[in-house]
C-alpha cells in the first residue's frame, strides 16, 4: 500500500529577486508524480508569485508565471494565498490569476483553485499537514 | 525516529548548513536515523571538493562528508541535479554528459533528482528544512 502524505509548499518570497520561487515551482512539478496530496501555499511576498500580468522583458529573465497555469493538469488545486499578505502588499484577489482546474468528480467542470485565505485559517491548515517543504 | 534534512543555502554565506549539520549530529547522538540529507538551491555548494576555507576554520564540506550514522554506516547526501548543473556543480557523469572538462562534486555526495527529496519526505518521519 504506498503511502500517501499531505504535502505543502509554502511560497514566501517574490518570484525573480532570488532563485527560490522558480526551484520551488520545480519541486512541485516532480512532486506531482509521487501521486500524494499536494497543496500549495503563497503568504509573504511569496503572493508576488501568482500576480496577474507579469513581464519580465527589461530584466534578461525567464517569465514563469505562465506554469502556475498547468498546476491544474497536474491535479495540483489547492492554492491558499494569505489575506493579510495581499493586504500588506495593497492587493486583492482581482490581482492574482485565475487559476482553475477540471474537477474529475463533477463532469470536469473547470472550478477555481485559489482560495484567499486568513492567517488563522492557513495556520490550522498547516497544523495537518505532514510535510511542509518551505521556500 | 527517521529524520531527513533539506539545505537550502551555500556554505559560509549563510549558518543554515552549519546548523542543519549540528542539528543532524545531534539527532545522531540521539539514536535518531538520517534518511536522506538532500542539498537544493544554493545549498549544492556544499558539496563541492575543491572548497578550501582558511586553516583556523571549519571544513562544511568535508564536516558533511564525514558525518556518518551512529553505528558507522553512511548517510545519504544527495544533491539537486538541475540546482548543481544550474550552479556549475558536476560530478564525473555529468561532466562527460555536457561535455565539460571536469568535475567537483565530493565523492561523499550523488546527484539525484528532485524526486529524492519527496521521497524522502514520504519514508521519514521528519523533514526538517533548513534557509532562508
Wanted: proline residues 3%; contains cysteine; hydrophobic residues 35%.
Amino acid at each position: 500500500m504506498p503511502i500517501t502524505k499531505k504535502f505543502m509548499y509554502l511560497n514566501r518570497k517574490s518570484s525573480y529577486g532570488t532563485v527560490y520561487a522558480i526551484e520551488s515551482l520545480e519541486v512541485v512539478l516532480i512532486a506531482a508524480a509521487f501521486e500524494q496530496d499536494v497543496s500549495l501555499t503563497f503568504v509573504d511576498d511569496g503572493v508576488y508569485q501568482i500576480v496577474n500580468g507579469q513581464n519580465t522583458d527589461g530584466i534578461g529573465m525567464k517569465n514563469f508565471s505562465k506554469t502556475y497555469h498547468a498546476l491544474g493538469d497536474y491535479d495540483i488545486n489547492k492554492i491558499y494565498v494569505s489575506k493579510e499578505s495581499l493586504e500588506e502588499r495593497g492587493l486583492t484577489k482581482d490581482d492574482i490569476m485565475p487559476l482553475v482546474y477540471e474537477d474529475e468528480d463533477d463532469d470536469w467542470e473547470e472550478k477555481p483553485s485559489v482560495k484567499v485565505v486568513s492567517n488563522g485559517e492557513l495556520s490550522k491548515i498547516m497544523s495537518e499537514q505532514d510535510v511542509c517543504l518551505s521556500f | 525516529m527517521k529524520i531527513s534534512i533539506q539545505i537550502n543555502e551555500g556554505p559560509y554565506q549563510h549558518q543554515a548548513s552549519d546548523t542543519a549539520y549540528q542539528f543532524a549530529k545531534a539527532a545522531i547522538k540521539k539514536g535518531h536515523e538520517i534518511f536522506r540529507v538532500f542539498f537544493y538551491h544554493d545549498g549544492v555548494n556544499n558539496a563541492s571538493r575543491f572548497t578550501i576555507p582558511p586553516q583556523d576554520d571549519r571544513n562544511v564540506v568535508n564536516l558533511w562528508a564525514e558525518l556518518k550514522q551512529s553505528d558507522g554506516a553512511e548517510i545519504d547526501k544527495v544533491v539537486c541535479v538541475a540546482a548543481a548543473l544550474r550552479r556549475g556543480m558536476l560530478d564525473e557523469s555529468e561532466a562527460k554528459k555536457n561535455g565539460v572538462d571536469g568535475n567537483n562534486i565530493h565523492p561523499a555526495f550523488r546527484i539525484s533528482g528532485l524526486g529524492q527529496l519527496i521521497e524522502a519526505g514520504i519514508q521519514s518521519d521528519r523533514l526538517v528544512v533548513f534557509g532562508d
